[in-house]
């Protein structure tokens, strides 16, 4: 990890786009705090503007793009995603990375469009009362390649968030689990899923009558309107962020057993 955390980027391997902060199943520990998260549904123009500021800097380089969540067969446009995703990057493999839940109840307009984009599911396997085999051949019936992400969930990883910023940043980011995980989010690239998502702690950290912030720093996302560079983006996606300070990698517990959040703050966030 810290080998490849030192190599330059030439490309985007993996890119996640959230359709819903907001999900349907209640993890504890959840990478992307959507336990405590309000109800959002994303704007599909804003993604369209999104992407295509993107592709305009990077061109094809962009292998993989992510629709997930939060649970994103919640947004009622999913199909209308699908749609834009395909027409700006023809040539990148495009999934759907869902929980499984609502997968049964897409209906029909779903999978056509699943199959005209050219696009995957992608499911985690949670300890929940699904039948996943039986999901798979469900979407397989509809003509849609299904995947699991993984073997069942059984434990969650904790990495604590420390507002004070105390980290090393360059330590922190050699020892990062998500060096190769930037996240789309409003006109910007953010480098991972806790600078780009730390809006949703700090709601919760007013709401919980906590005093303390997670602030972002200019240099921690990249804004996509100001007519980036391919050299841009992956300069950017290269090299440690200063949000880098809050993440407590000497905490790290990879082991939390899965089970349902008790949506305390300090379960993402040690005060």
């Not at 959002?40 to 629709?67: C, K, M, P, T």
């Not at 105390?166 to 050699?174: D, E, F, I, K, R």
């Amino acid at each position: 990890m810290a080998a490849a955390a030192t190599m330059p980027r030439q490309f985007i391997e993996h890119l996640d786009y959230h359709v819903v902060d907001h999900c349907n199943l209640n993890c504890v520990c959840c990478s992307t705090y959507s336990p405590i998260a309000k109800e959002r549904f994303a704007d599909i123009s804003q993604f369209g503007d999104d992407l295509r500021l993107l592709q305009s800097a990077v061109g094809e380089n962009v292998l993989r793009l992510h629709l997930l969540g939060g649970e994103p067969l919640l947004h009622p446009e999913i199909e209308g995603f699908l749609v834009v995703a395909r027409e700006v990057f023809p040539g990148a493999r495009i999934d759907v990375t869902s929980n499984g839940v609502l997968v049964s109840k897409m209906p029909d307009s779903f999978w056509e469009t699943m199959r005209k984009c050219d696009i995957d599911l992608k499911y985690t396997r949670y300890p929940i009362s699904l039948d996943y085999d039986a999901m798979v051949e469900h979407a397989r019936e509809r003509g849609v390649f299904a995947y699991s992400a993984g073997d069942e969930i059984s434990c969650f990883r904790r990495i604590p968030l420390n507002p004070r910023g105390t980290s090393n940043v360059h330590q922190t980011y050699l020892r990062c689990p998500y060096i190769d995980c930037p996240q789309l989010r409003e006109g910007r690239l953010c480098r991972c899923p806790a600078s780009a998502y730390s809006d949703i702690l700090n709601d919760a950290m007013v709401e919980s009558g906590h005093i303390a912030r997670f602030k972002l720093n200019a240099a921690d996302c990249l804004e996509l309107h100001g007519g980036l560079s391919a050299q841009d983006v992956f300069d950017f996606l290269s090299r440690p962020i200063p949000f880098c300070q809050y993440c407590d990698m000497g905490k790290v517990d990879n082991a939390v057993p899965w089970g349902p959040s008790s949506r305390e703050i300090a379960e993402w966030v040690d005060l």
